[in-house]
Antibody, heavy 118, light 110 residues
């Protein structure tokens, strides 16, 4: 079964760091384009970052220089390292597979909540 | 303020047809394909439409998409109570070099 399972969320103080994980099954992260999308409480979806199959990355301006997307092919897992967290980073973070053949995000994880608060 | 503009809400009675609009610009909808996502509150988004008007397997043909110029629409015919959800449009933006989403439309089945 094709599936994505996120973990690593929680409550963190402003200025802190957190690393989210997204374990994939049923397909290979290393052969796929993988993304992170977040959703602040009561708000819409916001694209955060994408990791292309060749290793190239791209980030939304709102997180550039603050977040880093990466993967471990041996663990078939995607990561999002989040540093210097701010209250406005509070959101549910979803990992999703971007399917180039569809030009769309076709597989989504269940999400992990990150709360930045003192 | 989202780059892609959607009405915040839409509604219809069971069996009726509703449309949800998504307005963008030449750097996103005008030059790239659009996708639509359905999100039942408390759950993850689900791909509904890709390449402007294509449905993944398993999505009922009651859902259809269209695009013209810098705008797109999602139509849902034969409304059912299970269609009550939030709907989002998305497209790549050539100017921002990233993906942009609409603000979402909350669909209520009366």
């Amino acid at each position: 079964e094709v599936q994505l399972v996120e973990s690593g969320g929680g409550m963190i103080q402003p200025g802190g760091s957190l690393r989210l994980s997204c374990a994939a099954s049923g397909f290979l992260v290393g052969n796929s384009y993988m993304t992170w999308v977040r959703q602040a409480p009561g708000k819409g979806l916001e694209w955060v970052s994408i990791l292309y199959g060749g290793g190239r990355t791209s980030y939304a301006d709102s997180v550039k220089g603050q977040f880093t997307i990466s993967r471990d092919n041996s663990k078939n897992t995607l990561y999002l390292q989040m540093n210097n967290l701010r209250p406005e980073d509070t959101a549910v973070y979803y990992c999703a597979r971007f399917q180039g053949g569809l030009n769309a995000f076709d597989i989504w994880g269940q999400g992990t909540m990150v709360t930045v608060s003192s | 303020q989202s780059v892609l503009i959607q009405p915040p809400s839409a509604s219809g009675a069971p069996g009726q047809r509703v449309t949800i609009s998504c307005s963008g610009s030449s750097s996103n909808i005008g030059s790239n394909t659009i996708s639509w996502y359905q999100q039942v509150p408390g759950t993850a988004p689900k791909l509904l439409i890709y390449f402007n008007n294509q449905r993944p397997s398993g999505v009922p043909d009651r859902f259809s998409g269209s695009k013209s110029g810098t705008s797109a629409s999602l139509a849902i015919s034969g409304l059912q109570s299970e269609d009550e959800a939030d709907y989002y449009c998305a497209a790549w933006d050539d100017s921002l070099n990233g993906w942009v989403f609409g603000g979402g439309t909350k669909l209520t089945v009366l």
